[in-house]
């Protein structure tokens, strides 16, 4: 098939007595091409993805946030995938599904984490740091914090 082949030609080939594969052919290609276009747009949205980051009132340490957008974004990523993972036609793209799907659950998993630990140490951080009191009347609990607010702080200087 080039620039010069003609309708006849087409006709020629009896494609009219094929129908059924024809349409099953056709319906898998475009299929595939929607989960191709899937894929590709979110290599391009996962490349460009940045966190947000908020300064803790006290100590000024620069915190991650997720924005919801972000999230939002995540979780709707994490849907298309199982999607088209349960499509009958994912046969030639099951590997980079299977990555995305890992990938997108763990910065899930990973943003939970970071996101309870961040709140943990808040919270602990205003008890501890912030109360004379507290510390006096606790000074085991007030010691191990303190391992744990410089664990803590090594940890998101990194960033």
């Known amino acids: 098939m080039d620039e010069s082949t003609t309708l006849a030609d087409l006709l020629a080939l009896n ?8 349409k099953n052919i056709v319906d898998k290609a475009v299929k595939e091409s929607a989960m191709e276009k899937t894929l590709k747009e979110l290599d391009t949205t996962w490349s460009s993805q ?3 980051f908020e300064l803790h009132p006290r100590t000024g340490l620069q915190l991650i946030k997720a924005s919801e957008e972000l999230i939002e974004i995540l979780e709707d990523n994490q849907v298309q995938l199982q999607n088209i993972a ?20 763990m910065a899930d998993q990973v943003l939970a984490s970071l996101g309870e630990v961040q709140r943990t140490w808040s919270h602990l951080e ?3 740091i912030a109360s004379e009191d507290i510390r006096k009347n ?5 010691k191990r914090f303190d391992k744990i607010d410089k664990d803590f702080k090594v940890t998101i200087a990194i960033q």
Request: aromatic residues 24%; charged residues 30%; proline residues 3%.
């Open 86 to 105: 349960m499509s009958k036609y994912i046969a030639f793209f099951h590997e980079e599904v299977e990555y995305w799907q890992n990938k997108l659950f």
């Open 15 to 22: 494609l009219h007595n094929f129908e059924e594969e024809v």
């Open 138 to 142: 606790l000074p085991e609990d007030a």
């Open 126 to 128: 205003s008890i501890f």
């Open 50 to 52: 940045e966190y947000e």
